[in-house]
């Protein structure tokens, strides 16, 4: 990757590796040739309910997200076991892994109990690992936050999956969705009735599409970081230079 010119300003930071410093440009951000294929997305939910209102809410954001365009595909977490108690080569860790390199935006919808994100979502979070070889299956790409309740509107599921999505470096759009006494919000059917929370997520799924659209073309220069390239160049130069191989 081609550094911009050194300017005069490096000189008052003796800290930088001058070969490694980067001056983001506008023109670095724009793809010559932008991805046309319909943005692909994973949702995960998390109950196992037979009448999982997350899962309800998962289907009608994919439902949003396939009508502007979108491709979808909702993880079932059903056997999928608990972090290490199964190798990395169980067929449902392998199908969510699967799905999390192939996903440039993701969904996560947990219910909220005893004020916190359920054991089940946190458990297909846990899964996803930070860096599968030499990729990153979530760094860089889009996630938007939801949440039900089954009782008053609350924030704390959301609120800690963000801090997740942060962990797994990736861009977690403003907007969120938390649907109250969910409940009452869907007919016998499973379809959410027409509502404030419904417009929302509605808002949600459309910020999720143009965020998608906006960053994915963009994402490896998004989060190329000065500390990694010094720390590649580091052990690149440590690999060359032993003395045996």
């Not at 005069?8 to 294929?37: G, M, Q, V, Y």
């Not at 067929?91 to 359920?118: F, N, Y």
């Not at 990153?136 to 999505?165: H, Y």
């Not at 649907?179 to 379809?191: I, P």
Request: hydrophobic letters at 40%.
């Amino acid at each position: 990757m081609r550094r911009a010119a050194v300017s005069i300003a490096l000189l008052d930071l003796p800290n930088i590796d001058a070969e490694l410093f980067d001056r983001p440009s506008p023109e670095r951000l724009a793809s010559a040739a932008p991805s046309r294929h319909a943005p692909r997305f994973l949702l995960l939910y998390g109950s196992l309910r037979e009448r999982s209102y997350s899962r309800l809410l998962t289907e009608e954001a994919a439902r949003l997200l396939q009508a502007m365009g979108g491709e979808t595909r909702i993880f079932d977490p059903a056997g999928l076991p608990l972090p290490d108690s199964a190798p990395d080569d169980h067929p449902k860790v392998q199908e969510l892994r699967t799905l999390a390199q192939w996903a440039e935006g993701m969904v996560w919808c947990s219910p909220e109990r005893h004020g916190a994100m359920t054991g089940i979502m946190k458990t297909q979070i846990d899964w996803i690992p930070l860096s599968v070889g030499a990729v990153r299956p979530t760094q860089g790409k889009t996630l938007a936050v939801m949440q039900v309740s089954g009782g008053s509107q609350s924030f704390n599921a959301v609120n800690q999956l963000r801090v997740l999505g942060r962990w797994m470096r990736m861009l977690t759009i403003p907007n969120q969705s938390s649907v109250a006494k969910a409940f009452l919000e869907f007919d016998e059917a499973g379809r959410m009735k027409p509502s404030s929370y419904y417009e929302r997520v509605v808002d949600v799924m459309e910020e999720l599409m143009k965020f998608t659209l906006l960053t994915r073309d963009a994402a490896d220069y998004l989060v190329d970081r000065y500390s990694e390239r010094k720390e590649s160049a580091e052990q690149l130069s440590k690999r060359v230079n032993q003395r045996a191989v």
